[in-house]
């Protein structure tokens, strides 16, 4: 009957601390103006352009978003399931997807685009964050605060070896990012 019990109690623990897995998660306010942000009775007061990394138990959570006088500007709930990022502003994200390996896999490997941002036009990989989904489950390699590497430390490159790599950016980033990749 102990080892039972014993058994029974270790189980639920073991479900317990799964339970708590905590998940990194990108608050980010890419608007123009400063926002407050109460995420399962957390306040954090997000400045325009701000960003910051929270962790999050997996599961369901509440968010608020209001402008600095209180006023509501959106109420929703979502779950975490491997961390992502949180769009308080509902602003214009970008995943973009690269190759690191023989040019000539690109078309294979990568499914790229003609890309028109304001009159700009960018060719990649890139995929499109739906701007009024406020919470989206990462799908990308690299967050907010990491930059594509250079290079690959550690990994050689052959005809047949190859490594895709993704990043999701802000609008303003995205433009800046692929200027400096296309000015090289």
Not at 87 to 108: I, M, Q, S
Not at 122 to 129: A, E, R, T
Request: aromatic residues 10%; contains cysteine; glycine residues 8%.
């Amino acid at each position: 009957m102990r080892l039972l019990l014993l058994s029974f109690v270790l189980l639920t623990s073991g479900i317990s601390f799964k339970g708590c897995d905590k998940k990194n998660i990108d608050l980010d306010n890419a608007g123009a103006e400063p926002l407050r942000v109460q995420i399962d009775g957390m306040t954090y007061t997000m400045p325009a352009g701000s960003y910051q990394r929270l962790e999050l138990a997996q599961g369901p959570h509440t968010i608020v978003v209001s402008d600095l006088t209180g006023k509501s500007l959106d109420e929703e709930s979502f779950q975490v399931i491997a961390g992502g990022l949180l769009n308080v502003a509902k602003e214009e994200y970008f995943v973009w997807t690269d190759l690191y390996g023989d040019p000539a896999l690109r078309d294979t490997k990568l499914q790229e685009i003609d890309l028109e941002i304001g009159d700009a036009i960018l060719h990649g990989d890139f995929k499109s964050i739906p701007q009024d989904q406020i919470y989206v489950e990462q799908v990308w390699d690299l967050n907010l605060s990491e930059s594509f590497p250079k290079e690959l430390v550690g990994w050689e490159q052959s005809k047949d070896k190859y490594l895709v790599k993704s990043k999701v950016f802000r609008r303003a980033q995205l433009l800046e990012a692929f200027n400096a990749v296309s000015a090289q």
